[in-house]
């Protein structure tokens, strides 16, 4: 990562861009049909990401990331599942691509990291199979036993002890930790340039957790992937993302740089989830200041900002907040928000009550 | 307890001058492992090996450690809903280690628990009512008023509205059922609360919300708090004392300001450092510093000889395999397990990762 790169993806997008995004998706919306009504889990989300870049997606249960994940590897093929908008992947549009294809690019060209390993595992078949079965679909032309060299490697090099030996457990007499460095051994057995880690050490203990998350980004130092990362955990976003964006009821409301979200947050709600953990590094607070109601159903969104029925300063907005829907609009270089308040009255805001006590 | 060197916020805990409300001491749960024809124990975990500690009325003690160390084991036992092989659970004075259940039943007004998944600890068939009213019934206990106006009451002392009475868990959200588990857990005016994870299963936002009301409960109610949970620094918020384990024993347990400023175990001091800090620049200046533990936790059904942390341990030598270190106190009100202590006395807390540069 030069200090060149850098400097280009953070002006992305928007200001255009020096070379080409290698993911880069424009307005996508997925939609489900149900019951209940027209599910909105994804609403017009836009966002480049250049290779060795790390992007964070934060955000609450609900909010859309992970179905914004899953439809990057084009898995919301079903009948019910409405998408819309652009996923541009090295320059090929996933959306229009057809099934044949989109499989062929999945597992080669962009891998996907579950959160829980024991249920994204066949508990039948060995970690090894399953590492072989994952290397021969996109390699025909390597046999059996190359692929079980490949397989051996690959669990070594994600800190796996004894690996030509542990290729023949089942998943089941591996550890958390273990499972997951074999799941990310399966992710990244064919080098995909995009690499998806849809909250990989949620389920992980601390000491595991930062296993983990060194050797993602040892592997991107190595690789030079492009990576996303998905997770509720601020903390392990700032450990490993370039730029994060916020989303909030299926729409991105802030995204920008890690530094500069962190140093100088431009929208309320993330003011409210930096408010909402407590941290470790700071001294202790009396109180935590949570964000006040609970996250809003996706088939009645609320109108205008959806975060307006929790939000403290939505009346600072002359009604706008409840009527006019915020667009994400360019706060600093680099930094977006979509939040009505007027910029100057947002960092006096910021400046006055959230900084303070944070 | 509160004659810590430096205190940002005062206790609520009143000065402990009477005896312990808890107190445990040598507290052992082996679960057998039986094999062969004729099911012969052939072996045992020990989940929880020998831990003593106490906890004073008004206080909130936090036990914290990775998964598999046996806290939730402890949880169970305390609040006996597992019986324990070995050792002494004395309540107020009384010892209840081997309580029956219908000897027990008169104590369950005064030790009532809250589990950690919302989704599976309330019954899907029940109205809210049933729910938080079945602990009057259970103990023959309807209140002078009548049962659905104190359970009106309690949904509102936890921030549920009165009209919620009807409705049954899944029309509510992840956050709103944890205050439900909260409500009935109150009902009976309890004197003891064990929370085994309250909150690890609710949004950032939701389980500030949720922490805040378990702190406002014991101001009012004069609640002692037997907080489990594997969030170091949720721990740090609600604790006024924490007790660290590792596989089945207490390593450390010590006034918060305490640990958090100088932990002394090794372990403790892993942990601490692999908690993820939510600010991006920490990562390019303080780099790797973290302490990385290698491996995994070993099992407790073979536990190393001597101190049980020593094959992960970088300072182990050769007595830690022999000897296994007694929990001593080298501080007022610091207790710890370890042969070799980091921020001993005489060292003093100037380089305790994860607490340095606030």
């Not at chain 1, 993330?270 to 006040?292: A, C, F, H, I, N």
Request: proline share 8%; hydrophobic share 35%; glycine share 8%.
């Amino acid at each position: 990562m030069t200090e060149l790169q850098k400097t280009t993806a953070a002006a992305a997008p928007g200001s255009a861009p020096s070379s080409d995004p290698f993911l880069s998706v424009r307005d996508l919306r997925i939609h489900f049909d149900t019951d209940d009504g027209l599910v909105r889990s994804v609403d017009g989300v836009s966002f480049d990401l250049h290779k060795g870049r790390t992007l964070g997606i934060v955000g609450e249960s609900g909010s859309g990331k992970s179905v914004t994940s899953l439809g990057i590897m084009g898995l919301h093929r079903s009948k019910r599942a409405r998408i819309s908008g652009e996923i541009r992947l090295d320059g090929e549009d996933l959306i229009t691509a057809g099934p044949d294809r989109v499989r062929q690019l999945r597992g080669r060209q962009m891998a996907m990291i579950f959160q829980d390993p024991l249920t994204a595992m066949h508990p039948y078949y060995t970690v090894g199979q399953q590492i072989v079965e994952a290397y021969r679909v996109h390699h025909p032309e390597a046999n059996k036993k190359q692929a079980r060299t490949r397989a051996i490697e690959m669990l070594d090099r994600v800190g796996i002890p004894q690996p030509d030996r542990r290729v023949d457990d089942y998943p089941h007499q591996f550890s958390g930790g273990m499972r997951q460095r074999a799941m990310i051994a399966m992710a990244l057995v064919n080098d995909p340039s995009l690499l998806i880690a849809d909250e990989p050490t949620t389920a992980l203990d601390v000491t595991v957790q930062a296993q983990i998350l060194d050797l993602i980004r040892d592997l991107q130092d190595e690789f030079g992937s492009a990576v996303i990362i998905i997770t509720h955990d601020l903390g392990v976003v700032a450990e490993l993302a370039d730029d994060i964006l916020v989303m909030y009821g299926g729409k991105c409301v802030e995204r920008g740089p890690a530094e500069t979200l962190f140093d100088a947050p431009e929208h309320p709600y993330t003011w409210g989830l930096l408010g909402s953990m407590p941290r470790l590094d700071r001294e202790l607070q009396d109180r935590l200041v949570p964000v006040k109601g609970t996250p809003p159903s996706l088939i009645n969104v609320p109108t205008g900002c959806a975060f307006h029925p929790r939000c403290p300063y939505a009346a600072l907005t002359d009604g706008r907040s409840t009527g006019e829907l915020p667009v994400l609009a360019e706060a600093a270089p680099g930094h977006f928000a979509a939040c009505h308040l007027p910029a100057d009255e947002r960092h006096r805001i910021f400046a006055e009550e959230i900084a303070p006590r944070l | 307890m509160t004659d810590t060197q430096t205190a940002p916020i005062p206790s609520p805990a009143p000065a402990p001058d009477r005896e312990p409300l808890l107190k445990v001491t040598g507290l052992t749960r082996h679960f057998p492992i039986r094999g062969g024809l004729m099911r012969r124990q052939t072996g045992a975990v020990r989940a929880v090996d020998g831990i003593d500690f106490t906890v004073n009325a008004g206080e909130t003690l936090g036990v914290v450690g990775e998964s598999g160390c046996g806290k939730s084991t402890m949880g169970r036992l305390v609040t006996r809903l597992d019986e324990p092989t070995g050792g002494k659970i004395e309540f107020e004075g009384t010892d209840i280690t081997h309580l029956s259940a219908g000897a027990m039943r008169p104590l369950r007004r005064d030790i009532q628990m809250i589990f950690q998944d919302p989704y599976s600890s309330l019954n899907p068939r029940h109205t809210v009512g049933t729910i938080v009213g079945a602990p009057f019934k259970l103990q023959n206990a309807i209140p002078a008023g009548g049962l659905k106006k104190a359970v009106q009451e309690l949904l509102e002392l936890c921030g549920l509205s009165p009209e919620h009475y009807n409705r049954y868990p899944h029309e509510f959200s992840g956050g709103q059922r944890q205050r439900i588990g909260i409500a009935r857990a109150l009902a009976l005016k309890p004197k003891m609360i064990v929370a085994d994870e309250p909150v690890s299963a609710l949004d950032v936002s939701i389980q500030a919300q949720v922490v805040n009301l378990l702190d406002d409960l014991q101001k009012e109610l004069g609640l002692t708090y037997l907080i489990i949970a594997h969030d170091l620094s949720v721990v740090r918020h609600v604790s006024d004392r924490v007790a660290v384990m590792y596989l089945g024993k207490v390593v450390e347990i010590a006034d918060r300001d305490s640990l958090y400023r100088s932990p002394m175990h090794p372990y403790t001091n892993a942990l601490m450092s692999a908690v993820p800090v939510p600010d991006p620049r920490r990562r390019q200046r303080a780099g790797r510093e973290r302490i990385l533990l290698t491996g995994d936790v070993p099992s407790p059904i073979n536990p190393p000889s001597g101190c049980r942390f020593r094959t992960r341990c970088w300072k182990a030598q050769d007595v830690c395999s022999t000897q296994e270190p007694p929990l001593v106190a080298l501080k007022t009100g610091h207790q710890v397990a370890c042969h070799f202590p980091e921020n001993g006395p005489e060292n003093g807390p100037e380089d305790a990762p994860g607490t340095s540069e606030a």
